[in-house]
């Protein structure tokens, strides 16, 4: 069970292999929202997806209970119900997805009590949640149930046709193999999250000017991001899921805010510079070795999951321009030296 954002996902694909690699004979249910199948649709590893868009997973109006869909919601269940599942594994520790696993009624529900309702489960894994990354919460799951010394690592992959359509839309915008290309994606699923927009325009036009980078600013669905301020040449791109991954495989420094493109890029192998505010990178900062994170730790207030009541969001908007275009030069320093 991964009931929550893309990057959720991300971070639990790891976990689908090394199932497979343990058992090749065991059948993976995947429960989640609708972008669980698209950001997987080259993992193999799979065998059916069922997603919901379960109504207290959303960012508004998640406890009107008068609006839910109660009997799609029940109905989802008793389908559930009737798979007779051997396990449940779910690595939120919380306690209505912990309420969920035991309206499913699987055999064993292996998870944590972080949020509560750990008697909704059969087993309860201890662990400290303060020290904890998200995919070493699903890997102490897996060491619970007898998968030891797998890798979990998160992976996303890209088809050998989207590699080769990728090519050929950038450089239908003037961008060949050759260029240094810099990606930036504004955007994050929560306002919280979001530096201003001014600020990444002037990390683009330090990089352009710098360094002759053709740069590329990613919007999201609702078009946050195509006001960016950029002084310099730039393309701006809104794509569909898979097409964003695909053309994000090709940046050379993908330089964003914690959100769900942040998590792909890293589990595509893209080198990164992550912005981070109310959340805490320990649990849920992008796994890898190439990634960057900046973050202002002097707030006590931090973690707040997105609940700031302070004005302008002084954990991420103290962060400023400096910081990160030194953290940007040092990574485009390392990979033009490399190259």
Request: charged share 25%.
């Amino acid at each position: 069970m991964e009931l929550w954002g893309i990057g959720d996902i991300v971070l639990v694909s790891g976990v689908l292999g090394a199932l497979k690699k343990f058992n090749p004979n065991i059948r993976i249910v995947l429960l989640g929202k609708e972008h669980a199948k698209t950001v997987l649709s080259d993992n193999l590893h799979v065998d059916q997806f069922i997603n919901y868009d379960f109504p207290w997973t959303r960012l508004r109006r998640k406890y009107w209970l008068w609006q839910w869909d109660w009997i799609r919601l029940f109905r989802l269940i008793i389908l559930l119900r009737a798979k007779k599942f051997d396990l449940i594994i779910d690595a939120r520790g919380d306690i209505r997805n912990n309420f969920l696993s035991f309206l499913i009624g699987a055999k064993s529900r292996v998870g944590y009590d972080w949020g509560g309702g750990g008697y909704f489960l059969t087993d309860i894994v201890k662990s400290d949640r303060s020290k904890m990354h998200r995919v070493d919460a699903w890997r102490k799951l897996l060491e619970y149930v007898g998968i030891e010394r797998l890798n979990v690592e998160p992976i996303v992959k890209i088809s050998k046709k989207e590699d080769a359509w990728a090519d050929d839309f950038l450089q239908t915008r003037g961008i060949d193999n050759n260029s240094l290309l810099v990606g930036i994606h504004p955007g994050a699923r929560s306002k919280a999250r979001r530096w201003p927009l001014d600020r990444f325009a002037k990390v683009a036009d330090f990089i352009i000017s710098g360094y002759g980078a053709k740069v590329i600013v990613f919007i999201d669905p609702d078009d946050f991001g195509k006001d960016i301020p950029i002084r310099g040449p730039y393309v701006l791109m809104k794509l569909p899921l898979r097409q964003l991954i695909s053309v994000l495989s090709k940046v050379n420094l993908f330089i964003c805010n914690d959100s769900g493109p942040m998590h792909l890029a890293a589990a595509l192998g893209v080198p990164l510079v992550s912005v981070f505010g109310p959340t805490e990178p320990r649990w849920f900062g992008p796994y890898g070795q190439n990634d960057a994170v900046i973050i202002n730790e002097n707030f006590l207030c931090r973690p707040c999951f997105d609940n700031c009541y302070l004005k302008n969001n002084p954990c991420l908007y103290s962060i400023d321009v400096g910081q990160v275009n030194k953290v940007v030069k040092r990574s485009l320093d390392r990979f033009i030296n490399h190259a």
